[in-house]
């Protein structure tokens, strides 16, 4: 067995793009999702280890260390940090020429072979879903022997091999709490809108909805959600529990885990016997029926990308909900006492100055807790990225999503609508939803109720108005 080094790279300060987050990019809050993605296959090897670099606030000098008496480093990576990362690994390499270098993530399972040629450092990339590739390679399998990659033989030949076939029993995976335990410093992971310390984990795979600019599912989950079972789940969150009495919250990471509305209810009756706070990505078409049963087992917040408010936009990019079905479901979580972090995109197509106002009116309207604006990002791979290509929308110096300090940029723009409009469309959007008397007052009262909760809330004040500095110098 190969001694595998799992490596999410040093990168920006505060750059929210390790194996877990789905918009690579500094965020208004500084924020770090668990590495969720490395930490499975790193469970499936004996002896490896997880650095999750930027959360720790690592540089290269404690990861080219740890490489004395390693024989593989799996990197993850993303379109907006290839080519830094690519200098990581050319740094590992000179470092150790013996080493064997692997990439995963979406931006190299959908273009391995630009990944390779861009990528010198680079032994091998995973395509799709990479959990027994990477075991199969640890193992020492001949590349040529390995579904789900594409790599460089001895003759510097790019080859491609045959597709892996997905994971369908999902119960087969170790538990990544396992690895969370061994090789990471949970407090150094937080989360704007959940409860600190939070765990992160996934319950499934694959999102049934066909949204146009959505990550994962077009590029490594899939369309089919493969779930594990309720009892697998809870069995987790007992280890969790007993490995981390400290948690706060528990989060459930799948893209959509109300997809299968029967599941999630027993999962929830399975969670409610534990005692256990938790929280959700969840579709804004959840039945009250359902959200009841989820509230009364322990469910404290959702998770929901309502994207745009304007109906138009939703049909434009597949979003396949109905405003009105979504200010239903608002209404009902509001009434249980379920609290919504909503998530919001400007610059989608279809986008004018008309319905940035009117996405802007229905957040207001709606009232979620807290809510996050992101600008539409084309990753490749992605149905958006392949209009914005074909329509002209994106330029080629956009084409990272990020600037140089890691913001995330405006890389769309229309005839009717330029890369700045909507780049300086995110600030008023925020300004005009937190900037008002009873929201300033809600937030008001949760500090004054809670000093853990005004500690937070100052801190990210601090960091949102730097957020806003630092958008105006770019």
Known sequence: MMKTLFLQPPSFDGFDGGAGSRYQAKREIKSFWYPTWLAQ??????????????????????????????????????????????????????????????????????????????????DWVARNEFDFTVKEIAEGRDLKSVDGISWRNNDGVIVHNRDREMIHDMDSLPFVTEVYKRDL?????????????????????????RCTFCLWPQT????????????????????????????????????????????????????????????????ANV?????????????RLLLVGYESGNQQILHNIKKGLRIEVARQFTKDCHELGIKIHGTFILG???????????????????NPHTMQVSLAAPYPGTFLHKQATENGWLDESHAELIDENGVQMAPLHYPHL???????????????????????????????????MMKRRLREGVEFFQFLKDRHAA
Not at 83 to 111: H, T, W, Y
Not at 227 to 244: C, D, Q, S, W
Not at 287 to 299: A, E, Y
Not at 418 to 428: A, G, L, N, P, R
Request: glycine share 6%; with cysteine; hydrophobic share 40%.
């Open 418 to 452: 330029s890369h700045t409009e909507i780049f300086e469309s995110v600030e008023t959007f925020y300004r005009k939803f937190y900037f008002r008397a009873p929201k300033i007052a809600s937030i008001v009262g949760e500090m004054v109720r809670s000093p853990q």
């Open 287 to 299: 039945p009250r029926s359902t959200l009841k049963v989820l509230k009364d087992n322990g469910l």
């Open 348 to 366: 989608l197509p279809g986008e004018t100055k008309e319905t940035i106002q009117e996405t802007i009116t229905f957040a207001k309207e709606i």
């Open 220 to 283: 490594v989950g899939g369309h089919v959600y493969r779930t594990r079972t309720p009892g697998h789940v809870a069995e987790e969150i007992r280890l969790a529990m007993k490995y981390f009495p400290q948690v706060k919250e528990f989060f459930f990471d799948d893209d959509t885990f109300t997809d299968d509305l029967p599941r999630a209810e027993l999962i929830a009756k399975e969670l409610g016997k534990l005692g256990v706070t938790w929280s959700c990505n969840a579709k």
């Open 185 to 209: 410093h949970i407090e150094d992971y937080f989360i704007g809108y959940l409860m600190h310390p939070y765990i992160s984990i996934y319950t499934g795979r694959g999102c049934k909805s």
């Open 41 to 122: 296959p790193a469970a499936l090897i004996p002896d490896s280890r997880l650095i999750d670099a930027p959360p720790a606030r690592l540089g290269m000098e404690p990861v080219l260390a740890d490489i004395a008496d390693r024989d593989m480093v799996v990197l993850h990576t993303s379109t907006p940090s290839f080519a830094s990362d690519v200098k990581v690994a050319q740094m590992l390499k000179d470092a150790k020429p013996s080493l064997k270098i692997g990439m995963v993530g979406a931006k190299v399972a959908v273009q391995p072979e630009e990944s390779l040629l861009k990528g010198l450092p680079i």
